[in-house]
């Protein structure tokens, strides 16, 4: 079972899918009216901090628009509703409204940023950071993305029933995935990133790939298969393709002739895309044999289907008796017992009883392709011959011309009061259509013949010809014009466009849902064909007069704007939708420079899950380009002091001591390396470097007790510890991402493993999960969870040791700067929105865990430090006079703030206000951290609770290569228009960075954890010391 779960490069996939199957709780989302809300917006109050309902301004998640938004309150708890195109959309911003005011009391206003980046006014917050001059608070913390590698990785595939595009043997056919899947022998276990599936190699299989923007045949190497059930992405783009992959599965996206990769998952509308508009197949089928390919029939067809032409052995009449006689006679033999004695030859197929006959070896002629085009269009099956119905004149007579030239018998059917139908009497015909060509019965069913790309260029416009002039039509209007095909088969419109691919012509697809069609029993699916692509289209095609009549002005039309590269188009998303699936799904290990291939409409995805994200570029910015990040933070007044090195993992960077160096020399004093810690686990020496180097602070992921919650580096922890300790190694905050319904079960445990471990553990930072990316309402009330929920659980799971009111929000910090500001003139403000953050600070003392509160009176303290900042406001503070503000202070401090009986019995609170205060020496708070940990709660943004407010005043900011700084809530959350716009600007193509580091691989990156490893680790005395700790909360 522990390698069933846990081995293999870390994922958490299968500890994910554990979790979830154990949800308990759920957010219940208020209904609210589009009337209702506009009143809310009319009684709203305006301006940074005032009363709710709070008006602000959001982000839709669907269109990425900036709309109103209210912030109100309903049943205790604090909603965000806000004003989409497509409608409103309300989520969770505080689980608990007595906690949002309380800290609203703490908010800091005043603008603090004196200086700006960008030349730009803000008024288009979040779309104009950089930072503009609307932007209040300066950066406190830079995070600077050293990397993109990653050293753990994830699973992706598609479901069993999309289709893809394939030549095998040289046969080119589009096949379902599980359809594929029947041909290959999964023998070989495999285990990859934590879930576990099969694989099977392959020979002889090609899938349309990507290189320099051609759509070129590349190998197949492996098929994967596994079991999944869980949500997948629907994606219809623009022109009405349509794609449905895992949510982890990597598209495309292209942007200025430049591919980078994106999670289908995190994909937005207008996200640009690469969508096939034409290949190349050489296609040379101009005959079936029929003996061969009629193997196929059903046993009751083989028997009523003769061979005619056959010297009959009366041998068989001990078997079949004297009928063998009459066979003998006729030289006529039925198919099942020709398929016995296997004879080779050109013989005629007939039916029992039935002069007419068609040859073994039959010929598909233009005519022929053409009648299959008409059947398709407008024909059905009856139990003993076709059917097309006639409503054209121009198509009626060359339907009559096509059957006189291919000698087929026929007639002429006409009800009363319904259209004309052709009846090709032929069961042989018939037959061949549906089990030869595969065209399934049933409107809904439709599908072109599945050699329809085997065809040659001939005989595909022939093809084509008989669909157009059969259900096609043309459509005309004062600047538009366009030939279009309609039908309830969405499986047909999919062959056209390929059939329309291969001829290097482009069409869209419009759906028509059938609760718009009266009457209609299914959707209605439209393919249109317009433009330059039209002028070809018709160029090629032999249609009848009417269209041609209609398609007179061809040419004088305005032209459909369409963005070409090579042989795709540049295909925008339009929509992106969330369904539930339950079943096996499937990828491809593909032979290919980007490593990507042609699936479902034709969209282009990246390789498969084995290799994920392999062949993207990587981002690794230079150390010069690191340096002018740090430096830009350094300018801005006040300036930056903190830095964040972070990922990818950062770790993976050879060069990552130099890093260090250089954010040390530019003058940080704080340092910190955010990292999963595996490296740290294994590599003393590298321990040893970075502390070194000037490391402060190691931001360890960690999110839970278990090796379930804790996926990760759960393993590895009491290695890095055990480092840590022994190398004298940084501080560690421990950094956990909560989840309602997967760890929050843990924060208190989480808590008390940091203060087991208080020698090295400084810091606890909880982070509630920001869910970026479409996340659908049912996902988001299972894990939605803010900030006061996480404060009552820790209540709740420390027995009241460290409760709700022990905790105050991160701009309080910004009242204290102000006294700072004005006494020693040194600034540096943390002014963050109030419903951002918050923290405290918990000691330990003789087993007993005392919160700050518990003996300091932090309000007060505050609002009197608050009191002198503003008797010294524009006041020069002297050496005398800074002493005796010093003296009152610790005075007051110590009477009135102060409680020294409730005090950690360590702790030198005299010395430590002597130092702040009269000496200016911040280095001997450190002995404040003697026995105390940080516990801080960040809460960032995602689309469903993005506040604009709330960015405007953001302290935690990115670095970009391009010399600006950015909100860390714009920075991930509309990726598009920071982090995957400029990183793959700056990045190294999958081919330069292999050059510059011949060396490397990619499977290099991952770490991959055993059986053996865990075993031992289990076994271990130091896995024992770092597991089983008191609990301080008993």
């Not at 109103?68 to 309300?90: N, R």
């Not at 795709?568 to 929509?575: C, L, Q, T």
């Not at 009191?867 to 009135?896: P, T, Y």
Request: aromatic share 12%; glycine share 6%.
């Amino acid at each position: 079972m522990l390698d069933y779960i846990y081995t293999g490069i870390p994922t958490g996939a299968k500890e994910f899918k554990y979790l979830v199957n154990k949800v308990k709780d759920a957010v219940n989302y208020p209904e609210i009216t589009e009337e209702e809300f506009e009143k809310l917006l009319e009684k709203a109050t305006v301006g940074y901090g005032n009363p709710l309902p709070h008006r602000t301004k959001s982000l839709c998640p669907e269109s990425r628009q900036v709309v109103p938004a209210v912030v109100w309150e309903k049943d205790g708890k604090v909603w965000i509703t806000k004003k989409c195109p497509e409608g409103l959309i309300t989520e969770l911003y505080y689980e608990d409204v007595k906690t949002y005011e309380r800290f609203r009391k703490w908010l800091f206003k005043a603008k603090v940023l004196e200086n700006y980046h960008v030349d730009k006014s803000g008024a288009n917050c979040p779309f104009d950071c950089g930072l503009c001059k609307r932007h209040y608070s300066h950066t406190c913390l830079l995070n600077i993305v050293v990397t993109n590698r990653c050293n753990l990785s994830c699973w992706y595939c598609l479901p069993e029933d999309e289709e893809i595009l394939v030549r095998k043997n040289g046969e080119v056919r589009l096949l379902k995935f599980k359809d594929l899947a029947r041909d290959c022998r999964f023998d070989h276990e495999v285990e990859v990133n934590g879930v576990r599936g099969k694989f099977a190699f392959v020979d002889g299989l090609e899938v349309l790939s990507f290189k320099d923007f051609k759509a070129v045949w590349c190998k197949v190497e492996k098929v994967f298969k596994r079991f999944y059930k869980g949500k997948i992405v629907r994606i219809t783009t623009k022109s009405g393709r349509v794609l449905r992959v895992t949510p982890e599965h990597g598209i495309f996206i292209c942007q200025n002739r430049s591919l980078f990769k994106k999670e289908a998952g995190k994909l937005r509308v207008g996200d640009k895309i690469l969508s096939l508009m034409r290949f190349n197949v050489n296609g040379n089928v101009r005959s079936l044999n029929l003996l061969k390919e009629f193997r196929v029939l059903p046993a009751k067809e083989k028997k009523m289907t003769f061979v005619r032409g056959v010297n009959v052995n009366t041998r068989l009449s001990k078997r079949y008796g004297s009928i063998v006689y009459s066979w003998r006679e006729r030289r006529s033999i039925p198919l099942n017992v020709f398929y016995e004695i296997d004879l080779d030859g050109s013989y005629e197929l007939g039916r029992d009883a039935t002069r007419y006959t068609i040859p073994s070896n039959f010929v598909i002629t233009p005519e022929f392709s053409k009648l299959v085009g008409y059947f398709i269009s407008d024909g059905h099956y009856t139990n003993k011959d076709i059917r097309i119905t006639v409503g054209k004149k121009d198509a009626e007579r060359e339907l009559f011309e096509i059957v006189h030239k291919l000698n087929l018998p026929y007639s002429v059917l006409k009800a009363n009061g319904k259209t004309k139908q052709l009846v090709v009497g032929s069961r042989l015909i018939r037959l061949l259509l549906k089990y030869v060509l595969g065209i399934p019965e049933g409107a809904k069913n439709k599908r072109l013949p599945r050699i329809f790309l085997d065809l040659p260029l001939e005989l595909r416009l022939s093809l084509l010809s008989g669909l157009l002039n059969g259900d096609g039509y043309v459509v005309k209007g004062k600047r538009h014009l366009s030939i279009g095909y309609a039908s309830v088969s969405r499986d047909l419109i999919r062959d056209l466009l390929y059939l329309l691919a291969s001829l290097g012509v482009f069409a869209r697809v419009h759906k028509v849902e059938k609760e718009k069609v009266k009457g209609a029993n299914h959707d209605l699916y439209k393919l249109y064909v317009g433009g330059e692509d039209l002028v070809k289209l018709v160029s090629l095609v032999d249609l009848r007069e009417k269209h041609l009549d209609r398609l007179k002005t061809l040419g004088k039309n305005r032209h459909t704007r369409i963005e070409k590269v090579g042989d795709y188009i540049v295909d925008e998303v339009a929509k992106v939708e969330f369904e539930d699936y339950e079943g096996y799904v499937y990828d491809l290990q593909v032979k290919s420079e980007h490593h990507s291939f042609v699936v479902s409409d034709g969209i282009l995805v990246s390789n498969c899950f084995f290799y994920a994200k392999e062949g993207q570029p990587i981002y690794e910015p230079t150390l010069d380009q690191i340096r002018l990040m740090l430096r830009r933070a350094k300018e801005e007044i006040p300036p930056c002091n903190a830095v964040q090195l972070t990922g990818g993992e950062p770790t993976l960077r050879d060069d990552l001591v130099e890093i260090i160096r250089i954010a040390k020399e530019e003058g940080y004093d704080h340092v910190q390396l955010n990292t999963d810690g595996i490296r740290l686990a294994f590599d003393r020496d590298f321990v040893k470097a970075i502390t070194e180097a000037g490391v402060n602070t190691i931001y360890l992921s960690f999110d839970g007790i278990t090796p379930i919650t804790n996926w990760k580096n759960h393993w590895e922890i009491p290695l890095i510890f055990k480092n840590i300790r022994e190398l004298n190694g940084p501080g560690i905050v421990l950094v956990p991402t909560l989840i309602r319904n997967i760890n929050d079960s843990e924060l208190g445990a989480i808590i008390n493993f940091g203060l087991n471990h208080i020698d090295i553990v400084r810091g606890v930072n909880f982070q509630p999960i920001s869910m970026v990316g479409r996340v659908p309402k049912e996902e988001r009330s299972m894990f939605r969870v803010t900030i006061p929920r996480a404060l009552k659980l820790i209540e709740e799971q420390t027995n009241g040791a460290i409760a709700m009111e022990d905790w105050y929000p991160v701009p309080i910090a910004g009242h204290i700067a102000r006294f700072f500001d004005a006494f020693l003139g040194k600034r540096y403000y943390m002014t963050s929105h109030f419903a951002c953050g918050c923290a405290t600070y918990v000691f330990l003392d003789d087993g007993k865990v005392i919160p700050i509160t518990r003996f300091i009176d932090v309000e007060g303290f505050v609002e009197y430090l608050v009191e002198k900042a503003e008797e010294m406001k524009g006041k020069s503070v002297g050496r005398f006079k800074r002493l005796k503000i010093s003296a009152d202070l610790i005075v007051n401090f110590l009477k009135k703030f102060y409680d020294e009986s409730k005090a950690p019995k360590e702790l030198k609170v005299l010395n430590l206000m002597k130092n702040a205060f009269i000496h200016g020496d911040y280095e001997a708070l450190g002995e404040f951290h003697k026995n105390a940990l940080f516990l801080g709660m960040m809460h960032f943004q995602d689309e469903y609770n993005y506040d604009v407010e709330r960015t405007e005043r953001c302290v935690i900011h990115y670095g970009m290569p391009d010399g600006r700084i950015v909100p860390f809530c714009a920075f991930n959350v509309i990726p598009e228009f920071y982090r995957d716009k400029i990183q793959p600007e700056y990045s190294y193509s999958w081919e330069e960075w292999k050059k510059k580091h011949p060396d490397w691989s990619y499977k290099k990156d991952k770490y991959v954890r055993t059986k053996e490893f865990i075993e031992e680790m289990m076994k271990s005395e130091i896995y024992r010391k770092t597991y089983e700790v008191k609990n301080y909360f008993e």
